[in-house]
Structure formats: C-alpha cells, structure tokens
C-alpha cells in the first residue's frame, strides 16, 4: 500500500553503530548496522525523539518506542509493540501479534493470520488482508481496507468514545464521512 514509506524509514539513520554491536538505546538480542535495527529473539529499542527502525525476526519478541516515526517490520510468528509518533508504520507477517499505538497519518498492513492491535491518530489507514484481524482504535478520519476474509473492527473518536466506523459503499471502513 504504502510500501515507500517504509523503505524510507528504514534507512533512517538513528544511531545504531556499523559493528552490529547493540548501543545504549537498543537492548537485548538487538543487532543495528548504520541505517537500521533488527531483532532476533528478545529486544527493546529506545528511539527518544529520533525516527527509527526495528526488524523483528520470525519468532521474536520485540519492543520499539519514540516519539518521532517509528517503522517495525513483524516477521511470522514473531510478537511486536510499538508506540511512537505521527508517520509511523507497521507491518505484520505470517500469524505475528502486533500492537502500535501512534499519532497521526500511520500505515499498518496486517497479512496472512496476523493479529493487529492498533490505536492510530487521525489520517491513518489500515490495509487487513488475507486472514489477519484487525481491531483498530482511531482519533478520527481513519480509513480501513478489510478483505472480505479478513476481520476489521473499527472504533472511532476518543479511546472511550466506542464509536463504530461507517462501511462504505466501496467496502473501506472509515472514521468520517465515505
């Protein structure tokens, strides 16, 4: 959908070292080379307020938390959180659990069985395909492309607010008008 964005936050430099050797801001089984990080059993990367980049492994459990956009690649069966701020991304492989909370004008793809958690600002959208669930949590003019054997649940507004998304005629779900 919006695969460039991600391309594009991925090679963010954001402080890792060039040896693969993990820095103060990323710990456990973290392993970082100039433009990005990746995760391949257990890690935690602390991005402050820089963008960044986490590739978490099949099987892996990984953490990414910033205040600026942060882009997390789920591989299959792997377990990924996220919070971060506006523009960030997160994509979800194979049967991972992914979770992000994050500001405004993000993108989340969900494929194969993925399990997606997602609480996103306003102007983000979200692609469901394949067998993924979605449940989406959004601050309003979301917009949600569910496949039709997919599951997507859409509440719009504030966290509390429980407000259903519209299922337009074309078959998106959106927060706002179709």
Same mark, same amino acid.
């Given at each position: 959908?919006?695969?460039?964005?991600?391309?594009? *936050?991925?090679?963010?430099?954001?402080?890792?070292?060039?040896?693969?050797?993990?820095?103060? =801001?990323?710990?456990?089984?973290? =392993?970082?080379?100039?433009?990005?990080?990746?995760?391949?059993?257990?890690? =935690?990367? $602390?991005?402050?307020?820089?963008?960044?980049?986490?590739?978490?492994?099949?099987?892996?459990?990984? #953490?990414?938390?910033?205040? /600026?956009?942060? /882009?997390? $690649?789920? %591989?299959? @069966?792997?377990?990924?959180?996220?919070?971060? @701020?506006? %523009? !960030? +991304?997160? *994509?979800?492989? @194979?049967?991972?659990?992914? +979770?992000?909370?994050?500001? /405004?004008?993000?993108?989340?793809?969900?494929?194969? !069985?993925?399990? &997606?958690?997602?609480? *996103?600002?306003?102007?983000?959208?979200?692609?469901?395909?394949?067998? !993924? #669930?979605?449940?989406?949590? &959004?601050?309003? $003019?979301? +917009?949600?492309?569910?496949?039709?054997?997919?599951?997507?649940?859409?509440? &719009?507004?504030?966290?509390? /607010?429980?407000?259903?998304?519209?299922?337009?005629? $074309?078959?998106?779900?959106?927060?706002?008008?179709?």
């Amino acid at each position: 959908m919006r695969r460039g964005i991600g391309i594009l *936050l991925f090679g963010v430099v954001f402080g890792c070292s060039d040896d693969g050797a993990p820095i103060d =801001h990323c710990t456990g089984d973290c =392993h970082c080379e100039v433009n990005d990080c990746s995760c391949e059993d257990d890690c =935690h990367l $602390d991005c402050g307020d820089a963008d960044c980049s986490l590739d978490c492994a099949p099987g892996a459990k990984c #953490n990414a938390d910033g205040t /600026a956009a942060v /882009a997390i $690649d789920c %591989g299959e @069966g792997s377990e990924c959180k996220g919070n971060a @701020g506006d %523009g !960030s +991304e997160i *994509l979800c492989h @194979g049967s991972s659990k992914c +979770e992000l909370k994050a500001g /405004a004008e993000c993108v989340a793809v969900c494929s194969d !069985s993925a399990d &997606c958690k997602l609480n *996103l600002g306003p102007g983000s959208t979200v692609s469901c395909n394949d067998t !993924s #669930n979605c449940d989406i949590d &959004c601050g309003g $003019d979301c +917009e949600v492309t569910c496949q039709p054997t997919a599951t997507c649940n859409l509440n &719009c507004g504030p966290e509390d /607010a429980g407000v259903a998304g519209t299922l337009c005629p $074309d078959g998106r779900l959106v927060c706002g008008n179709c």
